[in-house]
């Protein structure tokens, strides 16, 4: 399966706990895009990677959210210091920027994260 | 910011019918307009997109229209099926501002 991963698919942690998530995108895919979803609303834009360079973070939820893609290939998004209004679902997709194709995001399945 | 808005937020046809959602958006810059199905469980999945060159885009039973003066698109599902049933959701901002998404029941 060639598509979007994500890891792990399922975290409980209590609140206070640090969590972190990783993405693996689509191989030849530049751009890496952070979403969170909570229940009955669409995925809300957190950031988003070209390569290695983030190019917009300032819709991250707080000081306590942050993302890395070091290598300009998989990305991590760590949550510090998790409060229960974190629980959600973390989304990552991942585009193209060249060719027909491009800004068409590809979605993994998503990590849920309960916080407890 | 870019501001999506979807409208409805739940809509139930009879198998066969057509289903029709709109989302209308702010940045009159935006060019790229797509929209998502997702089913429970999984992550979104791109079913149809719309660049702001041209007006309508068909792939067999779904078909998307912009009007770009209006700052609205449309999705159109014909004859519609059961396992159409799912959340849709469009997108503006370059596709990364959502909507709050369609609940569309397809009854058999």
């Known amino acids: 399966d060639t598509g979007v991963s994500q890891d792990p698919r399922h975290k409980i942690t209590k609140r206070g706990q640090n969590v972190t998530f990783r993405c693996d995108p689509i191989s030849e895919h530049n751009r890496l895009y952070w979403y969170r979803q909570t229940l009955g609303q669409g995925p809300e834009f957190l950031t988003y990677f070209q390569n290695e360079a983030q190019l917009e973070k300032s819709r991250l939820l707080s000081d306590r959210f942050s993302a890395e893609r070091p290598k300009g290939s998989f990305s991590t998004l760590e949550i510090q210091r998790t409060e229960q209004g974190d629980s959600a679902m973390y989304l990552c997709?991942?585009?193209?920027?060249?060719?027909?194709?491009?800004?068409?995001?590809?979605f993994g399945p998503g990590t849920r994260l309960t916080v407890l | 910011g870019e501001n999506v808005e979807q409208h409805p937020s739940t809509l139930s046809v009879q198998e066969g019918d057509s289903a029709v959602i709109k989302c209308t958006y702010s940045d009159s810059a935006s060019n790229y307009f797509p929209w998502y199905k997702q089913e429970l469980g999984k992550g979104p999945q791109l079913i149809i997109d719309i660049r702001s060159n041209v007006g309508e885009k068909k792939d067999q039973r779904i078909a998307v229209t912009l009007n770009k003066t209006a700052k609205h698109f449309s999705l159109h599902i014909t004859e519609t099926q059961p396992e159409d049933s799912a959340v849709y959701f469009c997108a503006g901002g370059e596709g990364m501002r959502f909507g709050a998404g369609t609940r569309l029941t397809v009854k058999p």
């Open positions: 997709a991942s585009s193209p920027i060249q060719g027909l194709s491009y800004n068409e995001q590809f």
